[in-house]
DNA sequence: GCGACAG
DNA sequence: ATCTTGTCGC
């Protein structure tokens, strides 16, 4: 199964570019022209590791309550380039903001698509068991900017055994689309093992049911759970259920401890499996996994 | 004004 | 996730 691969940071720093001279815009207008305004954080993100600040002006993107916001260069620079486009700034506050708001981007508004081919993938799911849990790998994915360090740690017929990658990534993280950012990794890590995959994510578990368990495990048609450290969405009810328009889709084994099924395995198995395997705690397998992305990148860091 | 917001 | 340029809703 094939998914689109998008270069968010060049679409985006694209639509950097088209603020016309003279004018402003915000980090929730930049994220709207993408497609969904929780991806305003990670325009702030993508900001600030720009890595030419003459070529793609970033200095034109203020907070939606006019406040000028940050700058990697420095809010006096900031400041000063905003002058020098006319852009009036009494304490940090623009003041002709109305006139110069730009919002006409050119856009396909791409997370918009992102969202349909998600709800497809979605569709795509299983919910049956079948598969033999005996053998599992738990993964997870650190970051220094752009470069992602992956880990694979597996139990296989009584055997464990550790895998890592290390690969530049080309979409940042937005709640609800990590499918995106870490399914790469995922399929790199996990290609010639078997048995179930335990990803670092949710599941079923997601606003269209597609969070990166399922998406990666539809994608590579892999038994996943997803097992998350917090709750992106829903409630608990009293027997530790996470219910979201009236469904159950996943299952809180404690605060840090999230669960819910990714593919090929059902919500009861996959709780089952991770409650004998963390023995009610956050299961150690993916601690370990995650340990080890942290000492690559650390290793990795100029010394 | 404070929390939500997978990683 | 890292230590970092947000927004909305209660």
Do not use: W
């Amino acid at each position: 199964m094939n998914y689109t691969h998008l270069n968010l940071y060049d679409y985006f720093y694209n639509l950097v570019k088209q603020i016309p001279e003279g004018c402003i815009t915000t980090y929730g207008e930049l994220a709207r022209a993408l497609g969904d305004i929780r991806a305003a954080r990670a325009v702030g993100y993508m900001l600030s590791i720009n890595q030419d600040p003459d070529k793609i002006p970033c200095y034109k993107v203020v907070h939606t309550d006019r406040r000028m916001g940050k700058y990697a260069l420095g809010m006096d620079e900031k400041e000063k380039r905003l002058r020098k486009d006319g852009i009036r700034i009494s304490n940090g506050i623009v003041e002709n903001f109305r006139e110069r708001f730009f919002s006409d981007f050119k856009t396909d508004y791409p997370l918009k698509k992102l969202q349909d081919e998600q709800e497809n993938i979605a569709s795509m799911a299983n919910f049956r068991d079948g598969i033999d849990e005996d053998n599992f790998s738990a993964i997870d994915v650190s970051y220094d900017g752009r470069r992602g360090y992956g880990a694979l740690i597996s139990y296989n017929r009584g055997e464990y055994s550790i895998i890592n990658i290390e690969m530049e990534v080309d979409f940042p993280y937005i709640p609800g689309y990590l499918g995106y950012r870490e399914t790469p990794f995922v399929e790199k890590l996990a290609d010639g093992v078997d048995g179930v995959l335990l990803i670092d994510a949710n599941g079923l578990l997601h606003p269209r049911k597609c969070g990166l368990a399922t998406f990666a495990g539809v994608v590579m048609d892999r038994a996943t759970i997803g097992v998350a450290k917090s709750l992106l969405m829903g409630k608990l009810d009293d027997n530790g259920y996470i219910i979201y328009n009236n469904e159950k889709l996943g299952y809180a084994i404690n605060r840090h401890t999230i669960v819910s099924p990714g593919n090929k395995i059902s919500l009861e198995s996959s709780i089952r499996k991770i409650k004998l395997l963390g023995k009610g705690k956050y299961p150690y397998i993916l601690k370990q996994a995650h340990n080890e992305t942290v000492a690559m990148r650390k290793r990795r860091l100029p010394s």
